[in-house]
Structures are given as structure tokens and as C-alpha cells.
């Protein structure tokens, strides 16, 4: 098949990318068996696993296995379609770190926690309320070891009794201005 001039060929958007996996769509050549033919023959060279072609999907699915050079460059000097890199890169955003997505979470359980009880109440203070209960409850069942210990150290923890580091503001931590005192 003839490549166009390349200011005719068709916009191939990127659907999904992930390692080893990309998807294409080509709306403009959906149900053009003739054109996907060409570009399954015209991708399935070194480096890539497999080529699928669906036509009246407009879409494109190639297996490959290195994630850089060879489709990559390949997909830039095809005369068939052209894709949007640079669309790419503004549109794949990298997930948040799992703390971030821990913090977030903690976030919306502390906020439910403080809607149930009108703001009596935060998720922390309902944290340490269940540590301190599952401690005594341990040294209670004769668990003095490890789990007792370690739910009030938590507990204490959580209430920040162990922290030494400065304040925000210059100032020493009660609880490390105590310590010092002793």
C-alpha cells in the first residue's frame, strides 16, 4: 500500500499503554480492512511479539518487547499513520505514590469519622481509643509480650508521645522537652 503525503495520514490516538501492551485507535480508517492489513504486515517486524488489527474497532494492538526503541521508532517513520506523542506524555500521568494514596484515604476515613460525631471526634482519636482497648485487652488475656507492647506503643505513637524531632516552629516537643526534664 502507497503512504500518503504526510499531512494527510490519519491521527492514531493511544488508547492504553502499559509494559509490553499498546493500543491504538484510527477512527478515521475504521472498517478499511486494507488499511489495517498494511499496518499489522508493516509492524510485525523485529522486536515486536504480535501485531492484532481489528477493523471495525479501528484499532490496533502490538505486543512487544522492548518498550522503547523498536516500536517507537518504527511508529515515527511509518507511513501509514502518525501518533501524538507529545499528547501522550501530557495525557499519561504517573499514579500517586502509595503514601500519597494512603494519606488520601486516611484523609476521607477522618473526615466520615468527623461527620459521624459532628466533629466530636477525628480518626485519630478513634485509632488510639481501639489501640489502647486492644492493648489492655491483650495484657487482660495474659499477652503481656508482644502484643500488648506494641499496641500502646502505637497508641502512644499515634498520639505522637515519642516523637523528639523540633516543631515546625523552632519549638521542642512536649513530650521530648518531658524526656530531657527526667
Known sequence: MDGLPAAQLPQARV?????????????????????F????????????????????????????????????????????????????????????????????AFAQADATVRHWTGNAADLRSAIFLALIAGGIYQLLRGNIAAPAATLLWYAGATLRLWDVAPLPNGGAHPASEAMAGD
Open 15 to 35: 488508547c492504553h499503554l502499559a509494559h509490553g501492551r499498546l493500543r491504538l485507535k484510527i477512527p478515521e480508517k475504521r472498517r478499511d480492512e486494507a488499511f
Open 37 to 104: 492489513e498494511a499496518v499489522r504486515q508493516q509492524l510485525s517486524r523485529d522486536g515486536i511479539k504480535r501485531v492484532e488489527v481489528n477493523p471495525l474497532t479501528a484499532s490496533v494492538l502490538v505486543q512487544f518487547q522492548d518498550p522503547g526503541a523498536p516500536f517507537a521508532e518504527r511508529a515515527l517513520n511509518n507511513d501509514l499513520f502518525e501518533v501524538d506523542f507529545d499528547a501522550l506524555a501530557a495525557a499519561v500521568e504517573p499514579p500517586p505514590a502509595v503514601t500519597e494514596q494512603a494519606a488520601q
